[in-house]
């Protein structure tokens, strides 16, 4: 009867406990009220439209199927995205682990213990019939003892300090899955801009060519002219010289081919090489799209990967203000055991071996110089901190679209004067060896020509890549990508 007046206390008083648990101190968390501005500032370049668009697979607008291999492929097995993912499930791990501060714990413990007293410590001792007992002159001095039993405990959240910390543990991890997809946005563009980089170099690679080839049959009609007496040695040397200037661009832009194939290799997580064979074919440059939708500022709050990764991280350094509140407050715990305690085994299981013990118990920090206040004072200028990278990133975010709208535009407008140059310089070239075969012009305004125009045929291949990796910048600003799974 005593006993179910104890438990029906000890209930009582539990309950009390469950029924004032529903309050969590600090502050709660309101998402910041960013201002974002009506359209961009340079959303009137050209090939540019302000619509909403998916970008979940943006790459496949340059209608290249082996960058849509490259790029799939990547994600399959890039190793900073395995990494991001790992980081993933350890936060959600970490997750789990702080919300099982919320439930009791039970131990189960079993024991056997075979024990003597000292004969000389014993004032008085008396006879017992229980198995494994050694007397001495009516004293024991050896006995065993068996127990087991369980023990609880149970630290009620009564001022929400622990669920606190799991609404930080799940912002957290949160915050971890938006900074997966950031990797995964800065890899797309990654693969897309060295794949376009690698035309590129190839392209200028072509020119080169294709020049050094026109410079050295310029240099065999000089030799013939010279022998023939119509030109002088001069002018041999300078188309010599010529010649080996054109032949020097080309080992550079081979070894940029070469490195940056290396560099999609180890984006696709394999060996530097492995792609070497389909990658050495040449081909043009990613055709770009009639238009890049872009969208407005306000949709990019919601779509950049970082920026959501910095809103959870305020969620989360809010939470942790309040956890540490908690701790200026009482913690109210549940305590119990029950088990079984014999000398004899074989009355262990007997109801004269049974025991309990159940209570609560408060703690509560009196003095702890300023401690929990300090503890407190950290988390509000973390959060303050956390706040304002929030607001800079959104800020920063505004700025790489910005930048990367006028460099996609302004590259459009400068392609279109290199084509028209280029030309420009195709004519000048046919002139200047007409008008020096019949001896009205220098051989030196045939050199200057054929310089000229290879140079301006490099900038027009240099540019058109520069178009499409200017693109591809413009889609990883926006935060396009990371939807694709």
């Given at each position: 009867?005593?006993r179910?007046?104890?438990?029906?206390?000890?209930?009582?008083?539990?309950?009390?406990?469950?029924i004032s648990s529903?309050?969590a101190v600090?502050?709660?968390?309101?998402?910041?009220d960013?201002?974002?501005?009506a359209?961009?500032?340079?959303?009137?370049?050209?090939?540019?439209?302000v619509?909403?668009?998916?970008?979940a697979h943006?790459?496949?607008a340059?209608?290249?199927?082996?960058?849509?291999s490259?790029?799939?492929?990547?994600?399959?097995?890039?190793?900073d995205?395995?990494?991001?993912?790992?980081?993933?499930?350890?936060?959600?791990?970490?997750?789990?682990?702080?919300?099982?501060?919320?439930?009791?714990t039970?131990?189960?413990?079993?024991?056997?213990?075979?024990?003597?007293?000292?004969?000389?410590?014993?004032?008085?001792g008396?006879?017992?019939?229980?198995?494994?007992?050694?007397?001495?002159?009516?004293?024991v001095?050896?006995?065993?003892?068996?127990?087991?039993?369980?023990?609880?405990?149970?630290e009620?959240?009564?001022?929400?300090?622990?669920?606190?910390?799991?609404?930080?543990?799940?912002?957290?991890?949160e915050?971890?899955?938006?900074?997966?997809?950031?990797?995964?946005?800065?890899?797309?563009?990654?693969?897309?801009?060295?794949?376009?980089d690698?035309?590129?170099?190839?392209?200028?690679?072509?020119?080169?060519?294709?020049?050094l080839?026109?410079q050295?049959?310029?240099?065999?009609?000089?030799?013939?002219r010279?022998?023939?007496?119509?030109?002088?040695?001069?002018?041999?040397?300078?188309?010599?010289g010529q010649?080996k200037?054109?032949?020097?661009?080309?080992?550079?832009?081979?070894?940029?081919?070469?490195?940056t194939?290396?560099?999609?290799?180890v984006?696709?997580g394999?060996?530097?090489?492995?792609?070497?064979?389909?990658?050495?074919?040449s081909?043009?440059?990613?055709?770009?799209?009639?238009?890049?939708?872009?969208g407005?500022?306000?949709?990019?709050?919601?779509?950049?990967?970082?920026?959501?990764?910095a809103?959870?991280?305020?969620?989360a350094?809010?939470a942790?203000?309040?956890?540490?509140?908690?701790?200026?407050?009482?913690?109210?715990?549940?305590?119990?055991?029950?088990?079984?305690?014999?000398?004899?085994?074989?009355d262990?299981?007997?109801?004269?071996?049974?025991?309990?013990?159940?209570?609560?118990?408060?703690?509560?920090?009196?003095?702890?110089?300023?401690?929990?206040?300090?503890?407190?004072?950290?988390?509000?200028?973390?959060?303050?901190?956390?706040l304002?990278?929030?607001?800079?990133?959104?800020?920063?975010?505004?700025?790489?679209v910005?930048n990367?709208l006028?460099?996609?535009?302004?590259e459009q407008?400068?392609y279109?004067?290199?084509l028209?140059?280029?030309?420009?310089?195709?004519?000048?070239v046919?002139?200047?060896?007409?008008?020096?075969?019949?001896g009205?012009?220098?051989?030196?305004n045939?050199?200057?020509?054929?310089?000229?125009?290879?140079?301006?045929?490099?900038?027009?291949?240099?540019?058109?890549?520069?178009?499409?990796?200017?693109l591809?910048?413009?889609?990883k600003?926006?935060?396009?990508?990371?939807?694709?799974?």
């Open positions: 009867m005593m179910n007046t104890m438990m029906q206390r000890y209930g009582g008083i539990a309950g009390i406990i469950l529903g309050c600090g502050p709660n968390y309101q998402r910041p960013t201002a974002a501005p359209t961009w500032q340079e959303g009137q370049q050209n090939g540019v439209d619509q909403a668009a998916d970008l943006w790459w496949k340059f209608n290249d199927p082996l960058l849509d490259l790029v799939e492929r990547a994600v399959k097995s890039n190793l995205l395995r990494v991001a993912e790992a980081r993933v499930r350890e936060e959600r791990a970490a997750l789990a682990a702080t919300a099982s501060g919320l439930w009791p039970l131990d189960a413990s079993g024991s056997y213990t075979r024990s003597r007293a000292s004969r000389n410590a014993l004032l008085f008396g006879s017992s019939g229980g198995g494994g007992a050694t007397f001495s002159g009516g004293l001095l050896e006995h065993d003892l068996f127990q087991n039993g369980f023990d609880a405990n149970w009620v959240d009564i001022f929400g300090g622990t669920r606190r910390s799991v609404e930080a543990a799940e912002a957290t991890l915050a971890t899955v938006e900074q997966r997809r950031s990797v995964l946005v800065t890899l797309l563009g990654d693969v897309a801009k060295n794949y376009i690698l035309r590129g170099f190839q392209r200028r690679l072509a020119v080169a060519e294709a020049n080839k026109a050295q049959e310029t240099l065999e009609l000089t030799k013939v010279f022998d023939a007496g119509l030109a002088s040695d001069f002018d041999v040397a300078q188309a010599e010649v200037t054109t032949e020097a661009q080309i080992p550079t832009l081979q070894t940029a081919i070469k490195q194939g290396y560099a999609i290799d984006l696709l394999s060996q530097p090489g492995s792609s070497r064979d389909e990658l050495a074919k081909a043009a440059v990613p055709a770009l799209p009639p238009e890049a939708h872009v407005l500022p306000v949709d990019l709050l919601r779509r950049r990967p970082d920026i959501r990764s809103e959870r991280q305020l969620a350094a809010t942790q203000v309040g956890a540490a509140t908690a701790d200026l407050y009482p913690k109210f715990s549940l305590t119990g055991n029950i088990g079984l305690q014999s000398i004899s085994a074989s262990w299981f007997t109801g004269r071996s049974r025991f309990w013990s159940i209570g609560p118990t408060i703690t509560w920090p009196v003095f702890d110089a300023g401690r929990i206040r300090a503890n407190i004072e950290v988390r509000n200028a973390q959060q303050e901190q956390v304002r990278l929030y607001e800079k990133s959104v800020l920063t975010a505004f700025q790489d910005e990367a006028v460099n996609y535009g302004n407008i400068r279109r004067s290199l028209e140059a280029t030309a420009a310089n195709r004519r000048a046919q002139l200047a060896n007409d008008l020096y075969t019949q009205l012009v220098p051989f030196l045939v050199l200057d020509a054929q310089r000229t125009l290879y140079a301006s045929e490099s900038d027009l291949a240099q540019s058109e890549a520069g178009m499409a990796s200017n591809v910048s413009l889609y600003a926006l935060g396009g990508g990371w939807e694709t799974n």
